[in-house]
């Protein structure tokens, strides 16, 4: 019913920028809260950011200050721009949003497949 599909990993060297895009497309009736997570090896998958349909963000505090979550609500994009990249940012980063099909249903929650975030020293 609904797609999510990011795009923009890769390799970046440390202190580089990289900028992962995610589409929704399907039967989408509105989009509440879009966002970004990431799973390292190993480690369970958490919050990058999140930016509601109103424009309000939020972040984790490892990422505040480098990384900046956008949304265009007309193309039902949601944009995560990293910058000062480190290391510790190497990941799989997954895209999440918060789906309604129709006026009388709720919200239901779709992933992305993830795309490979990583950084070398």
């Known amino acids: 019913q609904v797609q999510l599909v990011e795009s923009g990993g890769g390799l970046v060297q440390a202190g580089g920028s990289l900028r992962l895009s995610c589409a929704a497309s399907g039967r989408i009736f509105s989009i509440n809260d879009m966002g970004w997570y990431r799973q390292a090896p190993g480690k369970q998958r958490e919050l990058v950011g999140v930016?509601?349909?109103?424009?309000?963000?939020n972040y984790a505090d490892s990422v505040k200050g480098r990384f900046t979550i956008s949304r265009e609500n007309a193309e039902n994009t949601v944009i995560l721009q990293m910058n000062s990249l480190t290391p510790e940012d190497t990941a799989v980063y997954y895209c999440?949003?918060?789906?309604?099909?129709?006026?009388?249903?709720?919200?239901?929650?779709?992933w992305g497949q993830g795309t490979q975030v990583t950084v070398s020293s």
């Open positions: 999440n949003a918060a789906v309604t099909t129709s006026s009388m249903r709720p919200a239901v929650r779709y």
């Open positions: 930016v509601t349909s109103g424009g309000t963000t």
